[in-house]
Nanobody, 115 residues
Framework: QVQLVESGGGLVQPGGSLRLSCAASRSIFSTNTMAWYRQAPGQQRVLVAVLAPSGRTNYADSVKGRFTISRDNAKNTVNLQMNNLKPEDTAVYYC?????????WGQGTQVTVSS
């Protein structure tokens, strides 16, 4: 059973930065397409950034140019660097595979962008 644990969220002012991390209980990132998803209050969970085993990345239009997804094989983490944050980025952020595995959903990490 794989457990994914997200961390790094917090309260930040507009224009600020945060770095999220997703740690896995065993090595899965090099063999699975991984992604960060987010869910804002009252909205559906949506895909934000994708990282294929090849290293190819893809981003939602709303975060393109501001967010960067990466993988650290030594630490067994997938990270999301978020720059120039906007209030509309406020959400709970989760990591999972693509396609998602329901059993992999963790608790997520809250990101709040507010002045």
């Amino acid at each position: 059973q794989v457990q994914l644990v997200e961390s790094g969220g917090g309260l930040v002012q507009p224009g600020g930065s945060l770095r999220l991390s997703c740690a896995a209980s065993r090595s899965i990132f090099s063999t699975n397409t991984m992604a960060w998803y987010r869910q804002a209050p009252g909205q559906q969970r949506v895909l934000v950034a994708v990282l294929a085993p090849s290293g190819r990345t893809n981003y939602a239009d709303s975060v393109k140019g501001r967010f960067t997804i990466s993988r650290d094989n030594a630490k067994n983490t997938v990270n999301l660097q978020m720059n120039n944050l906007k209030p509309e980025d406020t959400a709970v952020y989760y990591c999972n595979t693509v396609p998602v595995k329901i059993e992999y959903w963790g608790q997520g990490t809250q990101v709040t962008v507010s002045s």
